[in-house]
Each structure stands twice: as structure tokens, then as C-alpha cells.
């Protein structure tokens, strides 16, 4: 959930979404044969029990940011496989540095490891849910077993720390997306909205589904002396989340399944260094039985307008929701 509060509305009102216009057209067609080849979502811990698969995906939401997904969530169960105990709320609220570093030490961009801060976000967590009283599943479920209210879910995921210090609620949908995997808790498909990372801002950037519309918007997607903070990238966020619904009505796809196409495009298509538009890379060969070019090549501003936006510039960010 946005707070305006909690974003920059002079970054926001920079930017706005695209209204829905004739080379939109083809799009429905274009998703639709995306779901056919679309990976699926890394789910490791289904292995679990329910309850440590949640603490799992709870853990790997908070501290996603800056860090490789997979690799993320493969290190997390590799160390919960051999041993469950350091997940528990209890373990979890001292959980130290060094085994945060030990954790995450394979990484190969260490200088993003920043174990002092994500110990500081897993810490939240233990400690919120031992203050509570509740489990992971506590957290989703009443009492009586029924999945809680929205409101309630999400009451209580942003009295945690490592949530609530997120202003565009990034982390807090991404794990209600990927918990809707499971069978126990897809009933949260419903509570689904968008989570924006920067691979989903820049692809969207790219091919002018977002619109710089005035001179602070151009230095702030291209000047990397540009500060970026929460609330500013947060305020960029939220246009890019406010596209997603036209998007939505475009495609008859829920939010979900588009979340996951946007971020699959921007990863392994829509490089931040330079995009695979051919598919000629390793990454991107999930599409080749549909397509020959990235699928949004002939609509695509950056490459059909303006190569300038090919350069949209990485955040130098050091916040804890990118």
C-alpha cells in the first residue's frame, strides 16, 4: 500500500503513466503468448512445512533488496535444509552480523552484502513476532484457521521494521504474490498489488509506458550525480504501479502474472546495460519458442523514438526497498 506521505510527490507529478493508445493494441495477444513460455516462480521451499516456508519467504522479502533473487532464496533454504532453528522468531531476533555475513558471503557483488543492516531488518522481524506472541503463520491465518482480512495482514506485516520503512509497500506485495503460490494461502491473490523493483522502472521507462514530463524528471532517470532516496524513487514507483491497472484492463491478466512478466522482461531482456532486444543471450532464450525479437520491439520507445533511453540511468540508492 503507497503512503503519499512517504514519497517525494515533486518526483511523482514529474512522471505519468501512458494512456492506452493504438500501438497498445496487439498487447493482449503479445501476454497471452508470454504466459505460454513464462518460467515458473523459483519456489524452493515448498520442501518445507508450511510454517518455515513462510518464515523463508518473510525473510527473503525483507532483505531482498540490492541482492540476486535466486541466489537469495537457493542460500536461504540451502541453510534452513540444515538447519530450521535460526528461522524461528526467538533465533531470528539475535541473529548476528557475522552469521548474516556467513549467509550471504557467497554473493558475488560483496560490496552489497551489507550484513549490518539486512541483521538489522531479520532482527525486526523475530522481535516483532515475539512481541506478538505469533508464529509465521499467525501472521495469515486467524484463530479459526481462515486466511485474515487484508487489513489485518497487512497491519500487522508493517509493524515490522523491515516492512513498514518501505513507503511504496515493494516488499509487503512481493510476498503476498509469492505466498499466493502456495495452495494454503492463494486466497492472498486477492490482497495482490503491484511490486516495483527497478528492473520493472527502467523496462518500463524504456518503452514509454512511463513518461518523463519535465526537466527534474530527465536529470533524475539520466544524471547519475542525482541523489535517489526512498521517497523519490518511491514516487517513481508509484506512477509505475499506477500504469500496471491500465495494463491490467489491456491484457485480462491479474496482477500477478503481469508482476512476473514485467520482471522476467526487465532481468533477463531489458539489461541494465544494454538490452537484449535480438535475444541472442542466455538469459533471455525462455522467449524463443514465441519470438524471435523481445516482444515489445516494434512498440518499444527507446528503440523505435529515442535511443537515448537505452542510457536510463541505475539509481545510486542506498536504501533498504530498491
Same mark, same amino acid.
Given at each position: 500500500?503507497?503512503?503519499?506521505?512517504?514519497?517525494?510527490?515533486?518526483?511523482?507529478?514529474?512522471?505519468?503513466?501512458?494512456?492506452?493508445?493504438?500501438?497498445?493494441?496487439?498487447?493482449?495477444?503479445?501476454?497471452?503468448?508470454?504466459?505460454?513460455?513464462?518460467?515458473?516462480?523459483?519456489?524452493?521451499?515448498?520442501?518445507?512445512?508450511?510454517?518455515?516456508?513462510?518464515?523463508?519467504?518473510?525473510?527473503?522479502?525483507?532483505?531482498?533488496?540490492?541482492?540476486?533473487?535466486?541466489?537469495?532464496?537457493?542460500?536461504?533454504?540451502?541453510?534452513?535444509?540444515?538447519?530450521?532453528?535460526?528461522?524461528?522468531?526467538?533465533?531470528?531476533?539475535?541473529?548476528?552480523?557475522?552469521?548474516?555475513?556467513? &549467509? /550471504?558471503?557467497? @554473493?558475488? #557483488? =560483496?560490496?552489497?552484502?551489507?550484513?549490518?543492516? *539486512?541483521?538489522? $531488518?531479520? !532482527?525486526?522481524?523475530?522481535?516483532?513476532?515475539?512481541?506478538?506472541?505469533?508464529?509465521?503463520?499467525?501472521?495469515?491465518?486467524?484463530?479459526?484457521?481462515?486466511?485474515?482480512?487484508?487489513?489485518?495482514?497487512?497491519?500487522?506485516?508493517?509493524?515490522?521494521?523491515?516492512?513498514?520503512?518501505?513507503?511504496?509497500?515493494?516488499?509487503?506485495?512481493?510476498?503476498?504474490?509469492?505466498?499466493?503460490?502456495?495452495?494454503?494461502?492463494? &486466497? /492472498?491473490?486477492? @490482497?495482490? #498489488? =503491484?511490486?516495483?523493483?527497478?528492473?520493472?522502472? *527502467?523496462?518500463? $521507462?524504456? !518503452?514509454?509506458?512511463?513518461?518523463?514530463?519535465?526537466?527534474?524528471?530527465?536529470?533524475?532517470?539520466?544524471?547519475?550525480?542525482?541523489?535517489?532516496?526512498?521517497?523519490?524513487?518511491?514516487?517513481?514507483?508509484?506512477?509505475?504501479?499506477?500504469?500496471?491497472?491500465?495494463?491490467?484492463?489491456?491484457?485480462?491478466?491479474?496482477?500477478?502474472?503481469?508482476?512476473?512478466?514485467?520482471?522476467?522482461?526487465?532481468?533477463?531482456?531489458? &539489461?541494465?546495460?544494454?538490452?537484449?532486444?535480438?535475444?541472442?543471450?542466455?538469459?533471455?532464450?525462455?522467449?524463443?519458442?514465441?519470438?524471435?525479437?523481445?516482444?515489445?520491439?516494434?512498440?518499444?520507445?527507446?528503440?523505435?523514438?529515442?535511443?537515448?533511453?537505452?542510457?536510463?540511468?541505475?539509481?545510486?540508492?542506498?536504501?533498504?526497498?530498491?
Amino acid at each position: 500500500m503507497i503512503d503519499n506521505i512517504n514519497i517525494s510527490e515533486n518526483i511523482w507529478e514529474s512522471f505519468e503513466p501512458s494512456e492506452y493508445s493504438l500501438w497498445m493494441m496487439n498487447f493482449k495477444e503479445i501476454y497471452a503468448m508470454i504466459c505460454e513460455v513464462l518460467p515458473p516462480r523459483n519456489t524452493p521451499f515448498l520442501g518445507l512445512s508450511l510454517e518455515n516456508a513462510v518464515g523463508c519467504e518473510i525473510i527473503c522479502s525483507a532483505i531482498c533488496h540490492q541482492i540476486n533473487w535466486d541466489f537469495l532464496r537457493e542460500t536461504v533454504y540451502d541453510s534452513v535444509k540444515k538447519d530450521t532453528t535460526w528461522i524461528t522468531p526467538k533465533e531470528l531476533s539475535k541473529i548476528s552480523v557475522e552469521k548474516v555475513k556467513q &549467509l /550471504l558471503g557467497k @554473493y558475488d #557483488k =560483496p560490496e552489497r552484502i551489507r550484513e549490518k543492516e *539486512r541483521c538489522s $531488518l531479520l !532482527r525486526s522481524i523475530g522481535n516483532s513476532l515475539m512481541e506478538m506472541n505469533y508464529t509465521y503463520l499467525d501472521i495469515f491465518f486467524s484463530d479459526n484457521f481462515s486466511i485474515r482480512s487484508e487489513k489485518e495482514i497487512i497491519a500487522i506485516i508493517n509493524s515490522i521494521k523491515a516492512f513498514s520503512g518501505d513507503p511504496e509497500g515493494k516488499k509487503l506485495q512481493l510476498l503476498l504474490q509469492n505466498l499466493s503460490e502456495y495452495d494454503e494461502l492463494s &486466497l /492472498l491473490s486477492d @490482497y495482490c #498489488k =503491484p511490486a516495483i523493483d527497478y528492473h520493472i522502472i *527502467r523496462e518500463f $521507462l524504456r !518503452r514509454g509506458l512511463v513518461i518523463p514530463i519535465n526537466q527534474q524528471a530527465y536529470d533524475f532517470i539520466f544524471n547519475p550525480e542525482i541523489e535517489r532516496k526512498e521517497r523519490t524513487v518511491a514516487g517513481l514507483r508509484k506512477v509505475c504501479s499506477e500504469f500496471f491497472y491500465t495494463l491490467q484492463w489491456i491484457t485480462s491478466c491479474n496482477i500477478t502474472t503481469l508482476n512476473t512478466i514485467e520482471w522476467w522482461i526487465g532481468r533477463s531482456v531489458c &539489461l541494465r546495460e544494454m538490452p537484449d532486444c535480438e535475444l541472442k543471450g542466455s538469459a533471455s532464450q525462455w522467449l524463443k519458442p514465441c519470438f524471435n525479437k523481445c516482444p515489445f520491439y516494434e512498440s518499444c520507445y527507446a528503440i523505435q523514438a529515442n535511443k537515448d533511453f537505452l542510457k536510463v540511468v541505475e539509481p545510486n540508492y542506498q536504501g533498504s526497498s530498491y
